[in-house]
């Protein structure tokens, strides 16, 4: 089975830049999830989609930040202007639903400058 | 409160100890229990889940209690490979996942 891609691996941006991520979940996951992981800490849930549909996007800054999942299948993260709390990783998670375990994309590194 | 808590560490343990950590969550409808992995800048990956009759993988064994909003997970004869920070997990309404901040566990030859 193949996993969750993602990409870029690695981003660096001056800061008031634009920057976005994609993810393809696995085939038939319904759940698609947008994690931000800073230096040292858990990851923290920016956005959560059922299918085509937003979920919970409550810890999203929507000021700078946008996301969507045309088609219910992958997803692009955006953010516009980056600022320098904004360096990350930016994980992508997909679930199948229920109770199951979810699966991680590789991850996009971000670095603000 | 945070909605997951975790000791950080670091954690520093001889090869062949016992570890234990404990996590608490402040959300009593909270559903289902997990523990993650995180391999130094890797993505998570899954450990285990965490049952209320509590449940052994090997090495590992994971305990819920309900009552007093507590997950523990126990290490024992540790392995060098074991090195890692573990993220206590909660899933609540809506699929929702909610990580703590992990605790950092190191394995000394």
């Known amino acids: 089975e193949a996993g969750v891609a993602q990409s870029p691996r690695y981003k660096i941006i001056e800061k008031r830049q634009s920057v976005a991520f994609w993810c393809n979940p696995i085939s038939g996951h319904a759940t698609l999830y947008w994690y931000q992981q800073i230096l040292g800490q858990g990851p923290k849930l920016l956005i959560q989609?059922?299918?085509?549909?937003?979920?919970?996007d409550s810890q999203l800054p929507k000021d700078r930040f946008s996301a969507e999942r045309l088609k219910g299948v992958d997803s692009t993260l955006k953010i516009q202007p980056a600022k320098l709390e904004d360096s990350a990783v930016y994980l992508c998670?997909?679930?199948?639903?229920?109770?199951?375990?979810?699966?991680f994309g590789s991850g996009t590194r971000l670095t603000v400058v | 409160r945070k909605e997951v808590e975790q000791d950080p560490g670091p954690f520093n343990v001889p090869e062949g100890a016992t570890v234990a950590f404990n996590c608490t969550y402040s959300n009593s409808a909270s559903q289902s229990f997990f523990w993650y992995r995180q391999d130094c800048r890797k993505e998570p990956k899954l450990l285990m889940s965490?049952?209320?009759s509590g449940n052994e993988d090997g090495r590992f064994t994971a305990q819920l209690n309900r009552a007093s909003q507590y997950i523990s997970l126990l290490i024992r004869d540790s392995k060098l490979s074991d090195s890692a920070t573990y993220l206590c997990?909660?899933?609540?309404?809506?699929?929702?996942?909610?990580f703590g901040t992990g605790t950092r566990l190191t394995i000394i030859p």
């Open positions: 965490v049952y209320s």
């Open positions: 989609f059922q299918n085509n549909g937003v979920v919970d």
């Open positions: 998670a997909s679930s199948p639903s229920g109770y199951y375990g979810y699966t």
């Open positions: 997990v909660v899933k609540g309404g809506n699929e929702k996942l909610t």
